[in-house]
T-cell receptor, first 114, second 113 residues
Framework: DQQVKQNSPSLSVQEGRISILNCDYTNSMFDYFLWYKKYPAEGPTFLIS?????DKNEDGRFTVFLNKSAKHLSLHIVPSQPGDSAVYFCAATAASSGNTPLVFGKGTRLSVIA | DAGVIQSPRHEVTEMGQEVTLRCKPISGHNSLFWYRQTMMRGLELLIY????????DSGMPEDRFSAKMPNASFSTLKIQPSEPRDSAVYFC???????????FGAGSRLTVL
């Protein structure tokens, strides 16, 4: 039973355009959400996060949007660059419940075409 | 800091053999996590430790899997006996207790023939 779902296994975008990666969750206890980026033969690296008290968090070209009522979040990358080609994992945790571990989605492979 | 260190990076073994994966967390981090990545299930949590104590091992697939953390700077994940379906990339991650961001190692790719 996947508590964090990334329904698009892959996404191709042209360089310079916007990339939108989506994530849905089922557990209403989740109140902190993260995106990780993974290159081949490397471990996932933290990209950006958002607390449930916000609906948007921005860091340079990366913006995460949270829609609590829909239990949905998305990562926007604009403009997309070839170096953004990687697998992106959405993760969630019930931070206010204590030290609960991150629950990850299956990932979305983003390919940015030059 | 060198980050989270995992060894070996690659392991190829035959079915029935014992496999031991090793992890050195970031110095000062007191939470350690073992995750497994497969195409079918993505990144799934196997077990995690706080202050060297196992907190939740409900993700460990079978009794063939065991994990230890004898001190704050070392953890092992052991599979005995290994089976082909154990083939995956195993990641170790660490964090400060209460922190939401994990730092991952580069992973150990296991192939069981």
């Amino acid at each position: 039973d996947q508590q964090v779902k990334q329904n698009s296994p892959s996404l191709s975008v042209q360089e310079g355009r916007i990339s939108i990666l989506n994530c849905d969750y089922t557990n209403s206890m989740f109140d902190y959400f993260l995106w990780y980026k993974k290159y081949p033969a490397e471990g996932p690296t933290f990209l950006i996060s958002i607390s449930s008290i916000k609906d948007k968090n921005e860091d340079g070209r990366f913006t995460v949007f949270l829609n609590k009522s829909a239990k949905h979040l998305s990562l926007h990358i604009v403009p997309s660059q070839p170096g953004d080609s990687a697998v992106y994992f959405c993760a969630a945790t019930a931070a206010s419940s204590g030290n609960t571990p991150l629950v990850f989605g299956k990932g979305t492979r983003l390919s940015v075409i030059a | 800091d060198a980050g989270v260190i995992q060894s070996p990076r690659h392991e190829v073994t035959e079915m029935g053999q014992e496999v031991t994966l090793r992890c050195k967390p970031i110095s000062g981090h007191n939470s350690l996590f073992w995750y497994r990545q497969t195409m079918m299930r993505g990144l799934e949590l196997l077990i995690y430790f706080n202050n060297n104590v196992p907190i939740d091992d409900s993700g460990m697939p079978e009794d063939r899997f065991s994990a230890k953390m004898p001190n704050a700077s070392f953890s092992t994940l052991k599979i005995q006996p290994s089976e082909p379906r154990d083939s995956a990339v195993y990641f170790c991650a660490s964090s400060n207790s209460g922190a939401n961001v994990l730092t991952f190692g580069a992973g150990s790719r296991l192939t069981v023939l």
